[in-house]
C-alpha cells in the first residue's frame, strides 16, 4: 500500500470549514483513499473514501486531485467535537487490513 | 451502523499475570478481525489479524506466543496478553469489515491496559 504524508497538526476556527491536505504520490490504480478519525482514547471513525471522482456524504467532502497524487478532507462547518486525529489512508480495493500513519492533529478552537 | 464492542474497556493487572480481552461484532459476522495497539501519542499500530476458523496471522515483530488471538465464532474475536510486562501497557482496539472486501471497517472503543 503507499504512503501517505500529513500535516501534524492543524487548526480551525469553529464554524469555518477545515481543509486537511494528504499526499500520497506513490498511489497505484486500484487504490482508493480514505479517512478515519480517532477523538481522544476511543476507536477510529470512519468518515469516507475515494478512488477517483470526489465524495461527499453527511460528515464531509473528499476532493481527489486529477493526478490522484494528493487530496483534501473538507469537513465544511467544523465544530469543536471534530476535534480529533485525522487519518489519510492508502489501500488496495480488495479490503483488508488498514495500515495507519501519524496523521493530523485537528484543533478546532471556539 | 455496524457496532464492535471490546471488553473489558480498562485492566489493570500485575507483572506476570495474562489478560483476555474480548472482540466482538454486535449486528454482523466477521470472518475477519484485526487487532491494533496504541501508545500514548502514537499511530495505531496493526499487531495481527484474526481469521475465524485458522490461524492469526501477525505483523512482522510481533510475539505471536506473547498475543494470542483466537477467533472462535464470526463475531467474537479474543486477544490474550500472556505474562504482561508494563512495557505491554497500552491502548489494543479491534476492528471489523462486515464484508472482508468491504471499504468500511468499524472499530471498537478499545481497551486500555495497564500493567503494574
Known amino acids: 500500500d503507499a504512503k501517505t504524508t500529513q500535516p501534524t497538526s492543524m487548526d480551525c476556527a469553529e464554524g469555518r470549514a477545515a481543509n486537511l491536505p494528504c499526499n500520497h504520490s506513490?498511489?497505484?490504480?486500484?487504490?482508493?483513499v480514505y479517512w478515519y478519525r480517532q477523538i481522544h482514547s476511543q476507536g477510529p471513525q470512519y468518515i469516507i473514501h475515494?478512488?477517483?471522482n470526489n465524495e461527499t456524504n453527511e460528515m464531509a467532502s473528499l476532493i481527489i486531485t486529477e493526478d490522484r497524487k494528493s487530496s483534501t478532507l473538507i469537513l465544511p462547518h467544523a465544530t469543536l467535537r471534530d476535534t480529533a486525529v485525522y487519518y489519510c489512508?492508502?489501500?488496495?480495493?480488495?479490503?483488508?487490513?488498514?495500515?495507519f500513519g501519524q496523521g493530523t492533529e485537528l484543533s478546532v478552537k471556539p | 451502523g455496524a457496532v464492535v464492542s471490546q471488553h473489558p474497556s480498562r485492566v489493570i493487572c500485575k507483572s506476570g499475570t495474562s489478560v483476555k480481552i474480548e472482540c466482538r461484532s454486535l449486528?454482523?459476522?466477521?470472518?475477519?478481525m484485526f487487532w491494533y495497539r496504541q501508545f500514548p501519542k502514537q499511530s495505531l499500530m496493526l499487531m495481527a489479524t484474526?481469521?475465524?476458523?485458522?490461524?492469526?496471522?501477525?505483523e512482522q515483530g510481533v510475539e505471536k506466543d506473547k498475543f494470542l488471538i483466537n477467533h472462535a465464532s464470526l463475531t467474537l474475536s479474543t486477544l490474550t496478553v500472556t505474562s504482561a510486562h508494563p512495557e505491554d501497557s497500552s491502548f489494543y482496539i479491534c476492528?471489523?469489515?462486515?464484508?472482508?472486501?468491504?471499504?468500511?471497517?468499524?472499530f471498537g472503543p478499545g481497551t486500555r491496559l495497564t500493567v503494574l
Open positions: 489512508i492508502v489501500r488496495g480495493s480488495q479490503g483488508g487490513k488498514l495500515i
Open positions: 449486528d454482523f459476522q466477521a470472518t475477519t
Open positions: 476492528s471489523a469489515p462486515r464484508v472482508v472486501a468491504e471499504n468500511e471497517q468499524f
Open positions: 475515494g478512488l477517483k
Open positions: 484474526s481469521n475465524e476458523g485458522s490461524k492469526a496471522t501477525y
Open positions: 506513490t498511489i497505484s490504480g486500484n487504490e482508493y
